[in-house]
């Protein structure tokens, strides 16, 4: 089993739409979480850290459930340049430790 | 204010080859890493070094080898290339380990 796993999609949806990411990991230990995003061909960039009590950053929001070791990403109303890979990473001691991505397409 | 900057961007080697991948940063970043890419598997840690003068494993260093030069510097090295390392290659740094910068990434193909 892999240790962080993510639905590999792709998501297509159409601009204006909410869609959200599911992240689960196994490593009971794993401390601190975020969301990178790498566009094709290109790296990965943060998009945002997830905290405990949840966050949101405009109209992103991130959500960590540590008993259910699970971690989510909700994007609304979702825009063309939305379309990317969407990382999930945990990390736990020195390790980061990322999903294998979800790829969304936004579509006009 | 370049960032973390990989040379080679794209290179062939035939197995068996060696071949020194270069990473650099000017954001004065105490920690640096080498991950490598592949379809379906996500980023995997080759090594990092916390801080300049040490290195340590990550998950998948069989077949590779590190070197922290300066504080600026962190190369990876390719001793006798096998087609298992065919990957896109990422260099990170960060002021600490709960924030990475990327850079563009090395794309080998070993024949």
């Known amino acids: 089993r892999k240790e962080v796993e993510q639905d590999p999609g792709p998501f297509n949806v159409p601009e204006g739409a909410t869609v959200a990411f599911n992240c689960t990991y196994s490593n009971s230990a794993s401390q601190s979480f975020f969301w990178y995003r790498q566009d094709c061909r290109k790296e990965p960039k943060l998009l945002m850290s997830?905290?405990?009590s949840g966050n949101e950053d405009g109209r992103f929001t991130a959500q960590l459930n540590r008993a259910s070791q699970y971690i989510s990403l909700l994007i609304r109303d979702s825009k063309l340049s939305d379309s990317a890979t969407y990382l999930c990473v945990a990390m736990a001691g020195q390790n980061f430790v990322f999903g294998p991505g979800t790829r969304l397409s936004v579509l006009p | 204010n370049a960032g973390v900057t990989q040379t080679p961007k794209f290179q062939v080697l035939k197995t068996g080859q060696s071949m020194t991948l270069q990473c650099a940063q000017d954001?004065?970043?105490?920690?640096m890493y080498w991950y490598r890419q592949d379809p379906g598997m996500g980023l995997r840690l080759i090594y990092y070094s916390a801080s300049e003068g040490t290195t340590d494993k990550g998950e998948v260093p069989n077949g590779y080898n590190v070197s922290r030069l300066n504080k600026r510097e962190f190369s990876l090295r390719l001793e006798s290339a096998a087609p298992s390392q065919t990957s896109v290659y990422f260099c990170?740094?960060?002021?600490?380990?709960?924030?990475?910068?990327f850079g563009p990434g090395t794309r080998l193909t070993v024949t």
């Open positions: 954001m004065n970043h105490n920690s």
């Open positions: 990170a740094s960060g002021p600490s380990v709960y924030e990475q910068y």
């Open positions: 997830v905290y405990s």
